[in-house]
């Protein structure tokens, strides 16, 4: 048994039989590779249906169309043919249909948005761009003049503050404090400063990123940070917009009494406010700069802005939001924002850092008697003379207030 087994191993270890078994295994492959394999049959055309032609899908025959009716251009109406009416002489020659497309020509759709039936919007002549369709005349006013223009408007405004500073420094008080205060403004009316300066803030700089970072920031941050970026302001900016909205009514009205014009603001106009002489100019409670600012960037601009802004978050009631009308809105609404910010950059600068005491004015609500005679002389004397009261909130004066009021007069 044990020879017969030894035998058996060694016959398939041969030679032999493994070339015999590599030759059958190659027919077979062979063999198989030959087979007529049938395909699938397909469902039984219906009855009474025509069959296909011989190597054409579907029945779809492919032809050139103008070798369909090669003269059918010579038709004096072939211009003004319809789509239906071509297809009758050129089947298959949708020309008519696109050149209606081109044309911004509404057709028929089932989509239940507004102009869902326009493809291309129709040609029109903006203000700065060329005749052509609206999208395109749009994307020529962004990219061309707003966009370049209103960013130069923006570095011009803020250069120019920086020289002003670098040259003259900031507006000091050159008289001695004397710990006597004047409540400059109240608490409800710096409440809605702040409120309104904050949403401010943040639609200028969530808008300038979005509009001029990519200029700027993209090159440094790349594009997978810089998309994030823009994406959260995009969505700060849209939040912030109905703040800003509400709470601008609320500033226009609240300090709309004091910022009428009277004939002393002419004077303080030829005087440029005594910026380049260093005299102050005497005003009232706002001087005739603080004036431009309200009624131009506050109340113009700033209504402008809002309206504009609200109509592109889709927030009026009863308009119709066409791309054309979004186009506009955005034009104006880009427009007027860059014209607000610059007029606001002063503003803040004069606020903040460019004239001393004016923003301990606005956190505390009071100023020492001599920030008062110097910067605003006529108001001071209606308050002396008893026409304007020196303290509109009810109580007693906050001591720690009148004490920073005091050091922000002598810093």
Avoid at 193 to 219: C, D, E, R, T
Avoid at 241 to 253: H, K, Q, R, W
Wanted: net charge positive.
């Amino acid at each position: 048994m044990y020879s017969l087994l030894t035998q058996g191993l060694r016959h398939l270890a041969s030679p032999k039989v493994w070339c015999m078994a590599l030759l059958t295994l190659s027919a077979a492959w062979a063999n198989a590779q030959t087979l007529k394999v049938e395909p699938p049959q397909e469902d039984p055309a219906p009855a009474g249906a025509a069959a296909p032609a011989s190597g054409q899908m579907g029945g779809i025959k492919g032809a050139n169309i103008f070798e369909i009716a090669p003269d059918a251009n010579k038709d004096p109406k072939y211009p003004e043919q319809t789509n239906a009416e071509r297809g009758k002489v050129q089947p298959g020659n949708n020309a008519p249909m696109w050149r209606d497309v081109g044309k911004g020509v509404t057709g028929y759709s089932s989509l239940p948005y507004p102009e869902a039936g326009n493809l291309i919007q129709p040609f029109v002549n903006y203000p700065g761009a060329r005749l052509t369709n609206a999208g395109e005349a749009w994307r020529q006013v962004r990219n061309q003049w707003i966009i370049p223009y209103g960013g130069s408007v923006l570095l011009i405004v803020a250069v120019a503050i920086a020289l002003f500073y670098f040259a003259k420094g900031a507006i000091p008080v050159h008289g001695q404090p004397t710990g006597r205060v004047i409540e400059r403004f109240t608490y409800f009316e710096r409440a809605a400063h702040w409120v309104n300066a904050i949403a401010f803030v943040a639609l200028a700089v969530s808008g300038i990123i979005m509009a001029f970072g990519k200029f700027f920031l993209l090159p440094i941050i790349g594009s997978t940070l810089f998309g994030w970026l823009t994406y959260a302001l995009k969505n700060l900016h849209n939040f912030a917009g109905p703040l800003f909205a509400v709470s601008l009514v609320v500033v226009i009205l609240t300090f709309i009494k004091d910022n009428l014009p009277a004939k002393e603001d002419i004077t303080w106009l030829l005087k440029g406010g005594g910026l380049f002489s260093g005299q102050e100019v005497p005003s009232h409670r706002f001087n005739a700069g603080e004036k431009v600012v309200f009624w131009a960037g506050v109340f113009f601009f700033g209504l402008i802005v809002v309206g504009s802004g609200l109509f592109l978050d889709k927030l009026l009631p009863s308009v119709g939001y066409t791309r054309g009308n979004m186009q506009i809105a955005h034009m104006i609404h880009a427009s007027a924002a860059v014209l607000m910010m610059a007029l606001f950059m002063g503003h803040i600068y004069l606020g903040t850092i460019g004239m001393k005491g004016a923003y301990k004015a606005m956190k505390t609500g009071y100023v020492d008697e001599t920030w008062a005679r110097e910067h605003h002389e006529l108001w001071y004397d209606d308050i002396k003379a008893g026409k304007i009261p020196a303290q509109r909130t009810a109580g007693p004066v906050d001591a720690a207030s009148a004490a920073e009021a005091s050091r922000a007069v002598k810093a």
